[in-house]
């Protein structure tokens, strides 16, 4: 409807789609293939695709700057973390892996996302509670996640000031979301071989820092250890470092998805040119 809503408004201006998915085109097999009848992947390209390629992108490359590493060798994970949330593991600058899947439901805890769940799930929701497959669907995508573990919100920074006040479910809703992304950042690494940095992103992973502290202190096996007092400061003035100076590191960095869009949309219209 964008599309063509803008073209009938500028009919001579020429349009440039960028691709959330495509950063992660460069997957390897192992990680994008689900263990389905390999037909289903050939004749109907079902695959894990990756979501927030845009910001996963900036981030990782923002990051070797700040580390002043050459992006062609670095190891990292970045974790994108809004009301969407996903995870990825860079290396050398391409993607190998990440979180989310053919659709951005798989993956993480979300605001409103379940992110993974068990697949005979709908089926137990059909015949139990008589819900249709659309339910299911609208259930997991718009009725879970933080909202869904807290009943009453899907903003991090109320369920933090609600589980001050002593909110239990609230408690939970946030120990589940550290503990799942802690998981993934984990599980990440072995696409790698080894990690350089993991970096925090996106509204949560820029402004919360008591996510990142919890985050980081379930993986303690991958060497990282917080530094409460720079985390407080969102790294400011460490080039984004949050880690102890012994530690692997680990950064914040702030996303900016519309910079990635306005310099491929240069990149494609002077390619335009050069070949007309």
């Not at 409460?228 to 590191?249: D, F, M, V, Y």
Request: with cysteine.
């Amino acid at each position: 409807m964008g599309i063509e809503a803008a073209k009938a408004a500028f009919p001579d201006l020429p349009q440039v789609m960028v691709f959330d998915t495509s950063f992660h085109q460069t997957m390897p097999k192992q990680a994008y293939l689900y263990a389905l009848p390999y037909e289903l992947y050939k004749e109907h390209g079902i695959r894990r695709y990756g979501f927030h390629g845009t910001s996963h992108r900036y981030v990782s490359e923002e990051a070797a700057r700040l580390l002043e590493k050459p992006l062609s060798e670095t190891a990292l994970v970045t974790a994108h973390l809004g009301n969407g949330c996903s995870a990825a593991a860079i290396l050398g600058g391409k993607s190998v892996d990440t979180t989310m899947g053919l659709t951005p439901l798989e993956g993480l805890v979300m605001g409103t996302r379940s992110g993974d769940v068990d697949p005979s799930v709908h089926k137990y929701l059909g015949s139990r509670l008589h819900m249709s497959p659309q339910e299911i669907s609208d259930m997991l995508n718009k009725q879970s996640g933080l909202l869904g573990l807290s009943g009453q919100t899907n903003d991090m920074r109320e369920l933090l000031e609600l589980e001050a006040s002593g909110d239990t479910q609230a408690a939970i809703a946030v120990e589940v979301f550290c503990y799942r992304l802690a998981k993934a950042i984990a599980s990440l690494v072995v696409g790698l071989g080894r990690l350089d940095a993991v970096i925090f992103t996106g509204g949560i992973g820029e402004n919360s820092v008591e996510v990142r502290e919890r985050t980081l202190n379930l993986l303690p096996f991958l060497g990282l250890t917080v530094d409460p007092e720079i985390n407080a400061t969102h790294g400011k003035g460490l080039n984004g470092r949050i880690s102890t100076s012994t530690s692997p590191c680990a950064m914040v960095v702030k996303t900016d998805e519309e910079l990635v869009i306005a310099r491929d949309t240069m990149k494609v219209m002077s390619e335009d040119e050069i070949e007309h």
